[in-house]
């Protein structure tokens, strides 16, 4: 079993849709990353989060300590939000020793 | 203000060569990660650069050296390349720890 684990791992959307992508761990960790990457490119960072929730724009993190859960929302999604959405955990000193997830692959249609 | 840059953005490699991938991190980061991500998985943590040293190092053969320089910038060499070398290499800038901000990558294809 991965120590870290997304669902779902494909998701289609129609514009204007609340999305929700869940990530789940196993691991203690510092911090829990939510990564967006477009088709050929390199990752660019949304959130660093290590309790509560963050916002940003129309995406918003949660994450649950207790429960080992973290949940990545898009509120009135857009097709150019399209693009594989990775979670990814820091262990204590982990040193850039990232543990990261398979990604979920979300396609918004107009 | 920048952000990671990294280069060449697509490289072909005979297998048997040697390949050396670059990384300039983000203006104020000290730390530099690499990571490569074979097609359809996440990435896999190679090794992490701090004060020009190797201070943690992923599963990953000897093939697979690196170096740091004084202005923090960054190198992969990778020996003896194999077929399943073919991968996106990722280079992360970070502060320490924090802040990790990520290239476009390298896509290497090794023929």
């Known amino acids: 079993k991965n120590e870290v684990e997304q669902s779902p791992q494909n998701l289609t959307a129609q514009e204007g849709e609340f999305i929700t992508i869940n990530c789940s761990y196993s691991v203690g960790i510092s911090a829990l990353h939510w990564l967006q990457q477009h088709p050929g490119g390199g990752i660019v960072s949304l959130f660093m989060l290590s309790s509560g929730k963050k916002k940003h724009g129309r995406l918003i993190a949660t994450i649950n300590i207790q429960e080992k859960h973290s949940s990545l929302h898009i509120t009135a999604s857009h097709p150019r939000d399209s693009a594989v959405y990775i979670c990814?955990?820091?262990?204590?000193?982990?040193?850039?020793?990232?543990?990261f997830g398979k990604g979920t692959k979300l396609s918004v249609k107009p | 203000d920048a952000g990671v840059t990294q280069s060449p953005t697509h490289l072909i490699k005979t297998r048997g060569q040697q390949v050396t991938l670059r990384c300039s991190p983000k203006?104020?980061?000290?730390?530099v990660s690499w990571y490569q991500q074979a097609l359809g998985q996440g990435p896999q943590f190679i090794f992490q650069?701090?004060?020009?040293?190797?201070?943690q190092r992923g599963n990953f053969p000897d093939r697979f050296s690196g170096h740091q320089f004084p202005n923090y910038s960054s190198e992969l060499n990778v020996n003896a390349l194999l077929l399943g070398d073919s991968a996106l290499y990722l280079c992360a800038s970070s502060l320490q720890d924090y802040g990790y901000t990520f290239g476009s990558g390298t896509r290497l294809t090794v023929v």
């Open positions: 990814a955990v820091s262990t204590w000193g982990s040193q850039g020793n990232l543990i």
């Open positions: 650069y701090y004060e020009e040293e190797e201070r």
């Open positions: 203006s104020g980061h000290d730390t």
